[in-house]
């Protein structure tokens, strides 16, 4: 799978899901889907092309707080 800007989606990846909410989620995998809550696959928040890959939770996990913080 890959984001809006050909960038690959890995688990740990953090992702804006443009359309859905404007928040930054880590991405999980779990059941055969690339996940943002246990809930939720990916692809049911947005096609790919909604998708950008903004960092990743081990180089940048101050993107996470700042979403949590609103």
Avoid: Q, T, W
């Amino acid at each position: 799978m890959k984001d809006k800007n050909g960038r690959r989606i890995f688990e740990g990846d953090i992702i804006l899901p443009h359309g859905y909410k404007p928040e930054a989620y880590p991405v999980f995998y779990e059941d055969f889907c690339f996940r943002i809550d246990s809930n939720i696959c990916v692809l049911c928040v947005a096609d790919e092309e909604d998708i950008e890959v903004i960092g990743n939770i081990y180089d940048n996990p101050d993107l996470l707080e700042v979403s949590d913080n609103g």
